[in-house]
């Protein structure tokens, strides 16, 4: 279970909304060495001083994708973020890493256009068990819905 310190404040809300979100290369090709990803996590690191609001608790990567967490307020999507992330990391990187074009010749992303999500957090029964337990100190009963 998470633990207070892991949720984050915004001026109405307080949230927990963590992501695992993975993305693979073009084509899958294992073309992340150590200096790409030195890059691309500094590029990860910038996106977050241009949007305070993201943060990434994690990354790391194998020769063809990369895995993150990421807490997302709950004002943006996932899939805006995914774009945000992939448009800013794939900028210029041709020009720093003149190898990739023997691997993405007329192509000018790194990415693949798919992705991977899966949220990370509180399970279903830790929330019923919660909303349970809330109902019995309350009003002596739960209702159930939808069953």
Known sequence: ????????????????????????????????????WKYLYGKLLEITKHYP???????????????????IPPQMTVGSVVR???????????????????????????WSEGYFVSTVGVTTETIERYIMQQGEQDAGQTTTLFD
Do not use: E
């Open 1 to 36: 279970m998470s633990k207070p310190s892991d949720y984050r404040r915004d001026s109405h809300c307080v949230y927990l909304c963590d992501y695992h979100i993975v993305f693979p290369t073009k084509y899958r090709h294992p073309v992340i060495t150590d200096q790409l």
């Open 53 to 71: 609001r993201l943060y990434f608790k994690q990354a790391n990567h194998d020769k063809d994708h990369v895995h993150l967490l990421v807490s």
């Open 84 to 110: 945000l992330i992939k448009t800013n990391t794939a900028r210029n990187i041709k020009k720093q890493f003149p190898i990739l074009k023997n691997h993405y010749w007329g192509i000018d992303s790194l």
